[in-house]
């Protein structure tokens, strides 16, 4: 049996900015010299991102200025920025309404009504409330209030498979059940102050998005893209590869240089041996939905997989349209790869904090 992803649905905040013209505000927030103005420049440009999209982002106008007045200009080299309670005040108002269109979607897509969801699967890594955005999925969606919900907090990039594994297991557990799994990040709100290099990699990266998938498991398997398998790898000694910590203004990011090796060391003898558990080789795999966490993330894995050139365009498509929305990103790309009826099977792949490595096979 197969957890069949019945549909699947995306949303973004209505506004966003060009890359090339984020660079300005970035520098007015992180840079005192010319050469730091133009490392940030540099690596803002190389990111392989064209355009991200902002729930800060208060118009549609060209390029940055006065478009958004939650962050000011740096006052000073002791100036912060917003406090991580503003930041979380900001989360608590936008995160529901992006979970809310993400969900109608996935719902819309599959054709289900929203009382016949039995289980709701929630996952963020940028924000916390309580009650949570699960809450006005409820109330939004029109589920069920006797819905059963399990929130998936703050696992970083790769939560979002290890939301669709929840669901899976749910759906499995009692075949008929029906599961929403929904995945929102508001990473903008954790623009970081000062120059610090790993923390200006991380600004210039992540974006705001949301995704849900809609499945079920049936005693027959049903045509359509389904998750057949999952896997899981913690990386010996890489607890100082990624981190992803609660400071006094915003979440910090820690982004090891050494990440990209990591994969190149790891990745190809692991799923090597997990597709032989499923009867598979790397060969038999026809598409690839890997997380972009950034450029030399996926330049890595395409190298340490021995993929052909162009097996990773829509990861990179993504995340030239879109920027790296933590979790909610592996559903953008699924939805593209299903959408343009990407051969299958599919080996989905996504990196997280730790560093560890969440994969899932679909058929």
Aim: proline share 6%.
């Amino acid at each position: 049996m197969k957890f069949a992803l019945a549909g699947l649905g995306t949303a973004t905040p209505p506004f966003s900015v060009a890359q090339a013209d984020s660079v300005t505000a970035a520098q007015s927030f992180c840079c005192e010299t010319d050469q730091q103005r133009q490392w940030l420049k540099l690596v803002y440009l190389r990111s392989g991102i064209e355009r991200r999209f902002s729930v800060l982002l208060e118009n549609g106008d060209p390029g940055i200025a006065g478009r958004q007045s939650f962050y000011p200009p740096q006052a000073g080299p002791d100036d912060r920025g917003p406090t991580t309670a503003a930041r979380m005040v900001r989360y608590e108002q936008a995160a529901p309404e992006l979970a809310a269109r993400a969900g109608r979607a996935a719902l819309a897509d599959a054709g289900w009504e929203a009382e016949s969801i039995s289980h709701l699967v929630t996952v963020s890594c940028t924000g916390f409330a309580s009650p949570g955005f699960d809450f006005s999925l409820i109330r939004d969606l029109g589920l069920s209030p006797a819905v059963s919900r399990t929130q998936v907090g703050f696992m970083g990039c790769h939560g979002a498979l290890i939301g669709l594994r929840s669901a899976a297991a749910f759906a499995t557990a009692q075949p008929g059940q029906r599961v929403l799994m929904c995945a929102v990040e508001l990473s903008t709100l954790h623009q970081q102050y000062g120059f610090h290099p790993e923390r200006v990699v991380a600004n210039g990266l992540f974006a705001d998005g949301a995704g849900a998938v809609v499945g079920e498991v049936t005693e027959h398997d049903v045509p359509g893209w389904g998750v057949a398998r999952h896997a899981t790898l913690m990386l010996p000694d890489s607890q100082q590869c990624m981190g992803w910590r609660i400071g006094d203004h915003g979440f910090e990011m820690q982004l090891g240089a050494d990440v990209p090796q990591q994969i190149g060391r790891q990745l190809g003898p692991w799923l090597d041996e997990w597709l032989a558990e499923a009867g598979r080789r790397r060969e038999d795999i026809k598409s690839w939905a890997v997380h972009p966490g950034g450029p030399r993330v996926l330049q890595a894995t395409q190298a340490a997989l021995a993929l052909p050139e162009g097996a990773l365009a829509v990861s990179h498509a993504v995340l030239r349209d879109y920027g790296n929305m933590s979790s909610a990103t592996i559903l953008f790309i699924l939805e593209r790869l299903r959408a343009q009826a990407a051969p299958r099977p599919c080996v989905a792949l996504a990196f997280g904090p730790g560093l560890s490595i969440e994969g899932a096979l679909l058929e």
